[in-house]
Each structure stands twice: as C-alpha cells, then as structure tokens.
Nanobody, 120 residues
Framework: QVQLVESGGGLVQPGGSLRLSCTAS????????MSWYRQTPGKERELVGA????????NYAASMKGRFTISRDNAKNTVYIQMNNLTPDDTAVYYC?????????????WGQGTQVTVSS
C-alpha cells in the first residue's frame, strides 16, 4: 500500500519560513518524480514545483521561483520543500504527489495534505 505523509505545516508570520516534508512508503521512491501542489478553498489545486526522480532537476511555478526550493533524499524516501519569505497568499493546504509513467501506464499517488497558514 502506497502512502505519502506530509508534515511540517503550521502557522507562520509573513516573511517567515517553513520546511515541509513528505515521506513515502510502499513504492520505489527513487524512480518517481515528486511534486508539491497547493490548494485553497474554492480554487483548483495548483502546481508549486517538481523534482525529477534523481533530484537533478527542479522546476517551479513562476510565483514561487526564488522563494521555494524542492529537494529530496532518496535514501530516506523523503521530499522536502523549503518555503521562504512567505506571504498570506501562500496560505493553503500543501500536497505532495508521486508520479511516474511506464509505457502507456501512469502511476500517481497523493498525500493527505498539510495546512500552511501565513498570518500575523
């Protein structure tokens, strides 16, 4: 059974930082691309950024570039997102996603999400 468990969310003041973690089990973590998404009530889930299976490449949504950094530790089956200079607009539930494509088959899994609230 595949599980992705996010942690590290909470309340932070504007301008502050948080690091979220997502630990995977039940899958071969090192062959999955990992992504972080976020969602606020009434809005669609949006991509925050992604990292390749080896960690050799990352990409970010334009509004997060330069503030957020995604990394991974394949030995620990964990992906991280370091979020700096947070603003109230970053308030959302943050989800991690594991995905790989094998031929015509797509394998994708989601965590349960962790709440990030940016407020003074």
């Amino acid at each position: 059974q595949v599980q992705l468990v996010e942690s590290g969310g909470g309340l932070v003041q504007p301008g502050g930082s948080l690091r979220l973690s997502c630990t995977a089990s039940g899958l071969r973590f090192s062959i999955y691309g990992m992504s972080w998404y976020r969602q606020t009530p009434g809005k669609e889930r949006e991509l925050v950024g992604a990292i390749t299976s080896t960690g050799g490449d990352t990409n970010y949504a334009a509004s997060m570039k330069g503030r957020f950094t995604i990394s991974r530790d394949n030995a620990k089956n964990t992906v991280y997102i370091q979020m700096n200079n947070l603003t109230p607009d970053d308030t959302a539930v943050y989800y991690c996603n594991a995905e790989r494509i094998q031929g015509t088959r797509r394998f994708a899994y989601w965590g349960q999400g962790t709440q990030v609230t940016v407020s003074s």
